[in-house]
């Protein structure tokens, strides 16, 4: 799959809808440049908002931002890269947001998993749901559920709680500012990219993210 770069446009998240966008530059190798400062609106949205999973060193000094659907076939290819950039990298902050953008089933599974948090159990949900075999549907999220120990009927309340209906309505809300194109995005500093990537691919994305706020 192509990656493309994209850097992010100054605006706040707060603007007309069309005004945060995220100007594209394609290409896998060619550096596009520095990215725009991100408006302190659009990061604390971006990496600050209470309902979003985090993974990582709390305290780091760089947030990486991951946006997701448990459908999205490039999203699974992720996981492991992801789990091991986490575990090497203890200076790092990861945010999870949940974006289902491939249907039903997909946003029955983004609350199943969002509602894990209330029990502890976000991780292990969040790995159980992306090694499900095929389509993760309603009834295979309630049986990934029930494999990793949740109590179901707890889960299903949660679901429809307050904070995982904002949660879903920030990420579209999110996508749309920035002008994400697809799953599986991701955002560190005033930089993101879109597509399937490598472990090095993230290293660098933080390691430019870093270099930028020290700059």
Request: proline share 6%.
């Amino acid at each position: 799959m192509q990656r493309r770069r994209l850097i992010l446009a100054g605006a706040s998240i707060m603007a007309l809808p069309g005004l945060a966008r995220m100007a594209q530059a394609q290409g896998t190798g060619a550096d596009p440049g520095r990215a725009n400062p991100m408006p302190d609106e659009l990061r604390k949205a971006l990496e600050r908002d209470p309902t979003a999973p985090v993974l990582g060193n709390p305290q780091g000094d760089i947030t990486l931002t991951e946006f997701f659907d448990y459908n999205c076939p490039f999203c699974r290819e992720m996981v492991e890269p992801m789990h091991r950039l986490i575990s090497a990298d203890k200076k790092l902050r990861v945010v999870f947001r949940e974006w289902p953008v491939f249907g039903e089933d997909s946003d029955f599974a983004a609350r199943a998993s969002l509602a894990s948090l209330q029990q502890g159990k976000y991780w292990q949900m969040h790995r159980a749901l992306f090694r499900t075999p095929g389509k993760v549907t309603a009834d295979a999220a309630m049986r990934a559920a029930r494999d990793i120990g949740l109590d179901t009927a707890r889960l299903e309340r949660d679901m429809t709680a307050e904070p995982v209906e904002r949660h879903i309505s920030m990420s579209f809300m999110l996508a749309e500012h920035m002008g994400l194109m697809g799953t599986p995005s991701f955002i560190a500093g005033d930089e993101g990219a879109f597509g399937r990537y490598s472990l090095e691919d993230l290293r660098g994305l933080v390691q430019r993210a870093r270099q930028d706020m020290a700059s």
